[in-house]
């Protein structure tokens, strides 16, 4: 079975296989004009498309920075593939906490402080949570937990 007839559940109809419906049969200079007309007409729409997007893509060209080994930094564009290397920046030096890994590399996340509550109101119940501070976190990855597992997982944290 041809692809076009798996596809499409039916057989391809070209200019060549038209004789087999009924159609008029193409034949010598005629065919081979039709086709080559239509071949250049595709052509042309190609390239009037690749030429829009080529276009677009130049006005929103934005450089991007990488980081390559330890200390190697590269800028480059990538549509132009041109790098230059990067001048070092002390400012660009993200600073880490020590994390106490398991020996299965895994570690705890253990809350520091609760920053606020809120009732969340369901279908049918209201449901307390709270926003938790973790440690090794900033404020802005704080998350909203269900007040009655923290309270069981963490009494410590509801003393006051």
Known sequence: MAPYEALYGRRCRTPICWDEEGERKLVGLELIQTIVYKVN?????LKAAQ???KSFID??????EFEV???VFFKTS???GVMRRYRSDPS???QTSEVQLRDDL???ELPVEILDTKEKVLRNKTVQLVKVLWRNHSVEEATWEPLEAMKEKYPHLFDD
């Open 92 to 94: 660009h030096i993200i």
């Open 59 to 64: 006005a929103h060209r934005k450089e991007m």
């Open 41 to 45: 007409l595709v052509k042309q729409r």
């Open 106 to 108: 895994s570690y705890e």
């Open 51 to 53: 030429d829009r997007m």
């Open 69 to 71: 080994g330890e200390k």
């Open 78 to 80: 990538p549509w132009k």
